[in-house]
């Protein structure tokens, strides 16, 4: 059973560190901006300094969204539809930047609120019944993994939409690489249970 293919492999390994790479590096071009109260859509703000830098970052993360969607057929198909459209929904809150870092975007937060809802989903629409499949997509896991993300993404928006909230983006960023962390660690599970299975289907041809 072909349950993930390379190119997920690699696209789970490079998926958290990019997403972590890039506000820290951006973040780090940026003298006096502070990730504990600003947003990481604020690095890619239409008057951000190192807004390319940021939506370069944005842009490689859907693509990584759209390659696991294609190449982990672990996940069922509804879930990799989920995480497939979460990957374009990045695309479009990078080309929906806000205008500055005092003002809000109708369509980025549009955007931004469909990936946070979509990448907390995934896992549930992703539920494998079958015991032949890895324990991560069965149902405790798929159910616990999305019932944490829900709660952790309404926790953010209603943080978000609060103005007075000084902690908007410390929220941000752990609930958004808790998803793309757990999204990897899926696949790589898959991975291993993968190289288990055929491991053992050659001790059995070879007796």
């Avoid at 696209?11 to 109260?37: E, F, R």
């Avoid at 703000?45 to 859907?62: E, I, N, R």
């Avoid at 975007?105 to 992703?126: C, D, E, G, K, Q």
Wanted: no cysteine.
């Amino acid at each position: 059973m072909n349950l993930v293919g390379r190119p997920a492999l690699v696209a789970a390994i490079i998926g958290p560190i990019q997403a972590v790479m890039g506000w820290v590096v951006a973040g780090s071009l940026w003298p006096g901006y502070d990730h504990v109260t600003k947003t990481i859509s604020d690095l890619a703000a239409d008057d951000s300094p190192v807004k390319w830098v940021q939506s370069s970052f944005f842009l490689l993360g859907g693509t990584l969204s759209l390659i696991a969607a294609v190449w982990a057929p672990v996940l069922s198909m509804p879930g990799r539809i989920t995480i497939f459209v979460a990957g374009l929904t990045t695309y479009g809150l990078t080309i929906f930047a806000t205008p500055s870092q005092d003002s809000s975007s109708y369509w980025h937060r549009v955007f931004a609120i469909a990936t946070f809802v979509l990448m907390s989903a995934w896992p549930l629409f992703s539920m494998r019944f079958d015991r032949s499949y890895p324990w991560i997509v069965r149902p405790v896991a798929a159910i616990t993994a999305t019932l944490i993300f829900t709660v952790g993404s309404i926790a953010f928006l209603s943080v978000w939409t609060n103005p007075e909230q000084p902690m908007v983006g410390l929220w941000e960023r752990v609930i958004a690489v808790a998803q793309v962390l757990f999204l990897s660690i899926v696949i790589f599970v898959a991975w291993l249970h993968q190289q288990g299975a055929a491991r053992a289907l050659r001790g059995t041809t070879g007796t």
